[in-house]
């Protein structure tokens, strides 16, 4: 394991998008092309399956230094509201692409901390978006809570107005590792929002915990997922940190390489992990996802209807997935398309009736092959291309870079298909790039990806 660690490890895109954002055309992308593929979308899935919302609500009152998302620190809660009302207008801005009402299937609010704003300025938001939109009968409303400021009241007030699954950020308990990525959360706090999601009727409660952290050692591991098998939560993502500090305005900062686990140690983590999580009752979900049999993430990996976007591994497979807020990507499956990134530029556009895109991606026909591919690889293990509609021209290098992964027994490769085998899952994301034809032919010349492993 340790030769295949040092072998593999490697920098590489994590696919919850096909190209990955540095390789989108961005040159031959426009707003009139970009509300076309979302027009073409909305007419085909609608009625068939929904769509789905992504509201990125990207104010934290402190930074956490492991974290690579967009965000803006601030204390300022007078700036929700205005926030929330440009949120809002862009929502109106889609809403006048379609000819009928948004069946909404699936509704995410990330962040940032959506926790920062008020329990009754969330309910104002949500209900904003119903307002002017139906909801699917089969519906997964969910937000992303932080341990230390997620209130009952937050709780309730978003269960009032729909939303049945929380996910929490645990990352480590261990104290010394809090401190390295300014996250002191004690297991107290976690407990309660745990339970609280339970007494008011939450179906699914999911903890993230992540490895590779800095000072975190093999036992600080095991003791956070023993701490995490007493609140036994529906879904547990366990997944790999992944170190970007030269991104511009990341947060990565106070430590650096020398105080991260080195590969094979890393890797050592989520092995040791992995087992204690199976014993405990959880299922492998596609990459770095584990769930109970009880929970509707598991139910879907069994039936084939596993799914994953910019949101990560979802039950809930639609074609249009809209982004709402600064930052936030959308998918119409034709086409990608990312909003501007500061907050005041973000609420400007949207207040002059403009869409707020920054850049994007309309997907060539290849470019959806391969998408296809990567998604069946990194949700069932595995894909086919025996189909006509799943056959590429460049199979055969595919295959060639293939090759070395299955004599490590990585993958097994058969006529037309192929197979990540058991002792290959943890090289997910390897597999992939041999399909990525962007990055085989233009490799980057900077840092972009954090490592595979």
């Given at each position: 394991?340790?030769?295949?660690?040092?072998?593999?490890?490697?920098?590489?895109?994590?696919?919850?998008?096909?190209?990955?954002?540095?390789?989108?055309?961005?040159?031959t992308?426009?707003?009139?092309?970009?509300?076309?593929?979302?027009?073409?979308?909305?007419?085909?899935?609608n009625?068939?399956?929904?769509?789905?919302?992504?509201?990125?609500?990207?104010?934290?009152?402190?930074?956490c230094?492991?974290?690579?998302?967009h965000?803006?620190?601030?204390?300022?809660?007078?700036?929700e509201?205005?926030?929330?009302?440009?949120v809002?207008?862009?929502?109106?801005?889609?809403?006048?692409?379609?000819d009928?009402?948004?069946?909404?299937?699936e509704?995410?609010?990330?962040?940032?901390?959506?926790?920062?704003?008020?329990?009754e300025?969330?309910?104002?938001?949500?209900?904003?978006?119903?307002?002017?939109?139906?909801?699917?009968?089969?519906?997964?409303?969910?937000?992303?809570?932080?341990?230390?400021?997620?209130?009952?009241?937050?709780?309730?007030?978003?269960?009032?107005?729909?939303?049945?699954?929380?996910?929490?950020?645990?990352?480590?308990?261990?104290?010394?590792?809090?401190?390295?990525?300014?996250?002191?959360?004690?297991?107290?706090?976690?407990?309660?929002?745990?339970?609280?999601?339970?007494?008011?009727?939450?179906?699914?409660?999911?903890?993230?915990?992540?490895?590779?952290?800095?000072?975190?050692?093999?036992?600080?591991?095991?003791?956070?997922?023993?701490?995490?098998?007493?609140?036994?939560?529906?879904?547990?993502?366990?997944?790999?940190?992944?170190?970007?500090?030269?991104?511009?305005?990341?947060?990565?900062?106070?430590?650096?390489?020398?105080?991260?686990p080195?590969?094979?140690?890393?890797?050592?983590?989520?092995?040791v992990?992995?087992?204690?999580?199976?014993?405990?009752?959880?299922?492998?979900?596609?990459?770095?996802?584990?769930?109970?049999?009880?929970?509707?993430?598991?139910?879907?990996?069994?039936?084939?209807?596993?799914?994953?976007?910019?949101?990560?591994?979802?039950?809930?497979n639609?074609?249009?997935?809209i982004?709402?807020?600064?930052?936030?990507?959308?998918?119409?499956?034709?086409?990608?398309?990312?909003?501007?990134?500061?907050?005041?530029?973000?609420?400007?556009?949207?207040?002059?009736?403009?869409?707020?895109?920054?850049?994007?991606?309309?997907?060539?026909?290849?470019?959806?092959?391969?998408?296809?591919?990567?998604?069946?690889?990194?949700?069932?293990?595995?894909?086919?291309?025996?189909?006509?509609k799943?056959?590429?021209?460049?199979?055969?290098?595919?295959?060639?870079?293939?090759?070395?992964?299955?004599?490590?027994?990585?993958?097994?490769?058969?006529?037309?298909?192929?197979q990540?085998?058991?002792?290959?899952?943890?090289?997910?994301?390897?597999?992939?790039?041999?399909?990525?034809?962007?990055?085989?032919?233009?490799?980057?010349?900077?840092?972009?990806?954090?490592?595979?492993?």
């Amino acid at each position: 394991m340790c030769s295949l660690v040092q072998k593999y490890n490697v920098p590489g895109p994590r696919y919850t998008s096909y190209p990955t954002v540095p390789f989108w055309d961005i040159n031959t992308f426009s707003g009139k092309k970009w509300e076309a593929s979302v027009k073409k979308s909305f007419h085909a899935s609608n009625s068939v399956s929904g769509i789905s919302l992504y509201i990125h609500l990207p104010f934290c009152e402190n930074m956490c230094t492991f974290c690579g998302c967009h965000k803006r620190i601030t204390k300022r809660h007078d700036l929700e509201m205005p926030y929330i009302k440009a949120v809002l207008k862009e929502w109106r801005l889609y809403r006048e692409l379609f000819d009928e009402k948004p069946i909404i299937k699936e509704l995410h609010l990330g962040g940032g901390t959506p926790t920062f704003f008020t329990p009754e300025n969330l309910k104002y938001l949500i209900d904003g978006i119903l307002r002017i939109s139906d909801r699917s009968n089969d519906a997964e409303f969910s937000f992303e809570g932080h341990p230390n400021n997620t209130t009952k009241e937050h709780l309730q007030a978003l269960y009032n107005v729909g939303f049945r699954r929380v996910s929490y950020g645990v990352q480590d308990y261990n104290e010394t590792v809090q401190k390295a990525i300014n996250r002191i959360q004690p297991f107290e706090n976690v407990k309660n929002v745990t339970e609280w999601a339970r007494e008011i009727g939450y179906t699914s409660v999911s903890h993230d915990i992540i490895f590779g952290l800095p000072h975190q050692k093999l036992e600080h591991v095991i003791n956070t997922i023993e701490k995490t098998k007493e609140l036994k939560p529906d879904r547990i993502a366990f997944y790999s940190y992944a170190h970007v500090p030269w991104l511009a305005g990341n947060g990565q900062r106070g430590y650096n390489d020398a105080d991260l686990p080195a590969g094979d140690e890393k890797r050592t983590q989520y092995e040791v992990g992995k087992e204690l999580l199976l014993e405990y009752g959880y299922h492998e979900i596609g990459m770095d996802h584990f769930a109970l049999e009880s929970d509707g993430l598991f139910q879907a990996m069994e039936n084939g209807k596993l799914h994953r976007n910019f949101m990560g591994y979802t039950s809930s497979n639609t074609n249009l997935m809209i982004g709402l807020g600064a930052s936030s990507i959308s998918d119409s499956w034709y086409g990608f398309a990312q909003n501007v990134k500061n907050v005041e530029e973000y609420q400007s556009l949207v207040e002059n009736d403009i869409i707020p895109l920054y850049r994007g991606h309309i997907l060539t026909e290849e470019d959806q092959i391969i998408r296809r591919h990567i998604l069946n690889l990194m949700c069932q293990f595995k894909t086919t291309w025996s189909e006509f509609k799943l056959h590429l021209p460049q199979i055969e290098s595919i295959l060639n870079r293939l090759k070395e992964m299955e004599e490590d027994g990585l993958v097994t490769i058969a006529e037309g298909s192929l197979q990540i085998t058991e002792r290959g899952r943890p090289y997910v994301r390897n597999v992939c790039m041999a399909f990525d034809l962007p990055l085989q032919q233009k490799s980057p010349d900077t840092k972009i990806f954090s490592m595979t492993v």
